[in-house]
């Protein structure tokens, strides 16, 4: 059977035709052939440090976190006209936590994407009305913003993704299916996985886990046993189209830098070389020289491979992409090429990320 690898956004029936007999309905999902449809490269995993801190039981977590994790309901209009007239809209179903006081939440880009309208429900029902504050489809983060009362935003505390450590207790909660604070546990089953994001871009140190997640835990947080958020419920890898075990969450680590970008300015913004590029033997060859970027205008060739950035080596095409993303636009870097038998030296400037 093929394997589905896809995002956990929950599908919900909105849209009946408006005229004529035998009304039908309509079904936004992001199953396979959608066209958010992602996947997963497995790459190398690396030694990490363990977690440091008391551990709680599952039941603690769940206590400590619950009243931070939200369900998202997501209308948007679908411009295909309906055979007898108007068009239909489509309503999907996500997980989402609070992040602050002022009531900004965390989710998933591919929760909101295309959103006319955006509720937010609370552990105890109350429904909320939400907008888009910004969202990042090269890391499929977003925030959206709800006027609430205090007493309903229960913010959660980021943890340190680079702290985990293979075999670490995890624990997810979400709306699987539309079963709001739905609570899960596991392992973390693996660290450093690449997931590709609704853009096309890499989403890297991903963190893959046993814990079981479904449809509709997208945007959910993955908390590590002091009950702090160290990912955000991303994809699955299936052979069902359900929870086989092999669940993705976006680090922590990315979060941090995206959502206070995406507070503050809307968007996020990321440096981009323009390469497509695969691991080598010593570093990270390039595969592909994008037109108009900043690798195509310094010189870099297809086949160049590249083994160190600013004196610091780089053993595979993580390493490079992961020196790539702490930079930001405009910042110049050095890179140490080998082309045939000869090294290189190439400085680069780097430019903006396009979306």
Known sequence: MK??????????????????????????????????KTVVRQVTVDSSQSASSTSRSVGDVYRRAYKGVVQITVTSQDSTPEPFGGSGAQRAQGSGFVYDSSGDIVTNEHVVANASSVTVTFW?????????????????????????PSSLLAPLTLGDSSALSVGDGVVA??????????????????????????????????????????????????????G??????????SDSGGSDGVG???????LRSVVQQLISNGKAVHAYLGVAVESAANGAR?????????????????????????????????????????KKPGDTVTLTVKRGGTTHTIRVKLATRPT
């Open 3 to 36: 394997r589905r690898i896809t995002p956990l956004l929950a599908a919900a029936v909105l849209a009946v035709l408006a005229v004529g007999a035998g009304g039908g309905a309509l079904v936004a999902s992001a199953l396979p052939g959608s066209k958010t």
């Open 124 to 148: 105890n029902g109350a429904k909320y009305k939400a907008h888009v504050v910004g969202s990042d489809a090269s890391t499929d983060l977003a925030v959206v913003k709800v006027d609430a």
């Open 173 to 226: 909660i979400g709306s699987p299916f539309g079963l709001a604070e739905t609570v899960t546990s596991g392992i973390v089953s693996a660290l450093h996985r690449q997931m590709t994001s609704p853009s096309g871009f890499a989403i890297q140190d991903s963190i893959q886990t046993d814990a079981a997640i479904n449809h509709g835990n997208s945007g959910g947080p993955l908390l590590n046993l002091q």
């Open 228 to 237: 702090r958020v160290v990912g955000v419920t991303s994809q699955i890898e």
């Open 248 to 254: 993705f969450a976006i680090p922590s680590d990315t």
């Open 286 to 326: 390039i595969a592909q020289v994008r037109s108009g970027g900043p690798a195509k205008s310094a010189g870099l060739r297809v086949g160049d491979v590249v083994t160190a950035i600013d004196g610091h080596k780089i053993s595979s095409a993580g390493e490079l992409q992961s020196s790539i993303d702490a």
